[in-house]
């Protein structure tokens, strides 16, 4: 079984701030990980993945996120939010086949 | 990067009539296709998955007979909502990999439902 926390349903930062939007997992098999962003009525985008290898990724739009095994997080980060970082950020967790979201983190830039 | 399609982009039809959502991989075989159904201000709720050329596997609670799954070729995936009802209203998203376990799923751009 597999699992996915976002705890902030939405987070609101001005302009140029640095954010982090917070992801914890659970799962019983070996562990993907998987950033998305959706921007209003459209699908989901990849921001970026961790399969294997370094824990810190990096992924489009200068976002980032690092993998830590004993805290089961993965949690993603910017240095320096754009108002077109404006949208819903979804965390997912995949096994076999299946891919687990949870429940997203609107990020609202404020200029 | 590759790229899912979906069509129609949006929909609104009467209750009781039946509806089909196209999902398509333009620039890869899409031998996985998965449903999802997103609620206003939730997740994506996994609907069913399907492998070209066999049955789709529905998820718990998810009626086979009410969303009909079809996957007759690599590119090409269909959700068929029959007797539409107005709980049915939702954004409807397909997601396609090519591979294995690790693949990433490419994501369309989703259906906007509305029934009446």
């Known amino acids: 079984a597999q699992s996915v926390t976002q705890l902030d349903s939405q987070v609101p930062v001005f302009e140029e701030a640095p954010v982090e939007l917070r992801c914890n997992y659970s799962?019983?098999?070996?562990?993907?990980l998987f950033w998305y962003v959706q921007y209003p009525n459209q699908g989901l985008q990849l921001l970026l993945k961790y399969l294997s290898g370094s824990t810190l990724v990096k992924g489009i739009n200068g976002f980032e996120a690092e993998f830590n095994k004993s805290q089961t997080s993965f949690h993603l980060r910017k240095p320096s939010v754009h108002i077109s970082d404006t949208a819903e950020y979804f965390c997912?967790?995949?096994?076999?086949?299946?891919?687990?979201f949870g429940t997203g983190t609107k990020l609202q830039v404020i200029p | 990067g590759a790229v899912v399609s979906q069509h129609p982009s949006w929909v609104i039809c009467k209750s009781g009539t039946s509806v089909k959502i196209e999902c398509r991989s333009l620039d890869f075989q899409a031998t996985t296709m998965f449903w999802y159904r997103q609620f206003p201000k939730q997740s994506l709720m996994l609907m069913a998955t399907s492998n070209e050329g066999s049955k789709a596997t529905y998820e718990q609670g998810v009626e086979k007979d009410k969303f009909l799954i079809n996957h007759a070729s690599l590119t090409l995936s269909t959700l068929t909502v029959t007797s539409a009802h107005p709980e049915d209203s939702s954004f409807y998203i397909c997601?396609?990999?090519?591979?294995?376990?690790?693949?990433?799923?490419?994501f369309g751009p989703g259906t906007r439902l509305t029934v009446l």
């Open positions: 997912a967790v995949g096994g076999y086949q299946k891919v687990t």
């Open positions: 799962s019983s098999v070996s562990v993907y």
């Open positions: 997601s396609a990999k090519s591979g294995g376990l690790t693949d990433t799923q490419y």
